[in-house]
T-cell receptor
Framework: EDQVTQSPEALRLQEGESSSLNCSYT??????LFWYRQDPGKGPEFLFT???AGEEKEKERLKATLTKKESFLHITAPKPEDSATYLC??????????FGTGTSLTVIP | NAGVTQTPKFRVLKTGQSMTLLCAQD?????MYWYRQDPGMGLRLIHY???????AKGEVPDGYNVSRLKKQNFLLGLESAAPSQTSVYFC????????????????FGPGTRLTVT
């Protein structure tokens, strides 16, 4: 059964304190792993797509990496405006996407 | 360019009532999706469409119907609402390409918060 698990469920960081969020997956035939950011009361906003193990993508303070079993979203020197829920999703065979339950990040000034 | 819009933003229904949620996108995307988001469950796919006139079931389709009569619109219907359908509903769309690159990222609407009493 295709499954996506994110950890931790919640993370509190001091401003400037770097950390990583984890997304582990078990899917038959990975065809893409996606990271989204979701602010309270809004829809998810696309951040990154990763397709193969070893691939990395960066955007400002965020860096996403992918192995054969998991992905990490590294946050370097976070700021309060990085506070949000970060969602991971995978695309297996077909047109369906499976989402994790997210990591709620709070960055304290 | 409004992206993906959803109507209404909020709705309260009584058990047994029916309603239709409207999703509209102005990006000429082929693919459209309806998800529900519940605490501790993550986003779950209800139905999706790969093009005008086509629909398919997702992970949790029971109690919902959909239609895609026009490429830019995707409707989600609840024929007889139940309290278990209390949730936040998100519509998303994606195109087959971004420039010359195959594209799978989805663009989400702002959501509809539905409460069934």
């Amino acid at each position: 059964e295709d499954q996506v698990t994110q950890s931790p469920e919640a993370l509190r960081l001091q401003e400037g304190e770097s950390s990583s969020l984890n997304c582990s997956y078990t899917v038959s035939g990975l065809r893409g792993l996606f990271w989204y950011r979701q602010d309270p009361g809004k829809g998810p906003e696309f951040l990154f797509t990763l397709y193969s193990a070893g691939e990395e993508k960066e955007k400002e303070r965020l860096k996403a990496t992918l192995t054969k079993k998991e992905s990490f979203l590294h946050i370097t020197a976070p700021k309060p405006e990085d506070s949000a829920t970060y969602l991971c999703a995978v695309r297996a065979t077909g047109n369906q996407f499976y989402f994790g339950t997210g990591t709620s990040l709070t960055v304290i000034p | 360019n409004a992206g993906v819009t959803q109507t209404p933003k909020f709705r309260v229904l009584k058990t047994g009532q029916s309603m239709t949620l409207l999703c509209a996108q102005d990006m000429n995307h082929e693919y459209m999706y309806w998800y529900r988001q519940d605490p501790g469950m993550g986003l779950r796919l209800i139905h999706y469409s790969v093009g005008e006139g086509t629909t398919a079931k997702g992970e949790v389709p029971d109690g919902y119907n959909v239609s895609r009569l026009k490429k830019q619109n995707f409707l989600l219907g609840l024929e007889s609402a139940a309290p278990s359908q209390t949730s936040v509903y998100f519509c998303a769309s994606r195109g087959p390409r971004t420039g010359d690159v195959l594209s799978y990222e989805q663009y989400f609407g702002p959501g509809t918060r539905l409460t069934v009493t």
